[in-house]
């Protein structure tokens, strides 16, 4: 199955190149469809670009300090400094603090 996503910069260009090798998502209706070796469709934000990768395992959490720490900040959000940074970025997201809160958070390991 394909699943489709967005992406805003920097975010888009690391996972393109591959600096960034795990997504993390809230795990709400839309990522509980997710299944291991199923392709996501990334597209920018802006609409201009695009790009598929395949999942190669599925890691939910309860928060997104617990998935950043499981995952290690290298491979989901390697142009940050530190976990506390990392999570205040997710968290600057609409929604996504409070959804993380009722839904948990998944971490999307990608190839």
């Given at each position: 199955m394909i699943h489709k996503m967005k992406l805003s910069e920097p975010y888009y260009t690391l996972l393109k190149t591959n600096k960034k090798i795990v997504e993390i998502r809230v795990y709400d209706e839309k990522r509980q469809k997710l299944n291991v070796k199923d392709m996501i469709l990334f597209t920018k934000q802006d609409g201009n670009g695009k790009f598929k990768r395949t999942?190669?395992?599925?890691?939910?959490?309860?928060?997104?300090?617990?998935?950043?720490?499981?995952?290690?900040?290298?491979?989901?959000?390697?142009?940050?400094?530190?976990?506390?940074?990392?999570?205040?970025?997710?968290?600057?997201?609409?929604?996504?603090?409070?959804?993380?809160?009722?839904?948990?958070?998944?971490?999307i390991y990608l190839k």
């Open positions: 999942i190669t395992n599925l890691v939910v959490s309860k928060d997104f300090e617990t998935s950043i720490k499981r995952a290690t900040l290298k491979k989901c959000m390697p142009n940050i400094k530190s976990i506390k940074e990392a999570v205040n970025i997710y968290h600057s997201f609409p929604n996504y603090k409070e959804n993380a809160k009722k839904y948990g958070v998944v971490a």
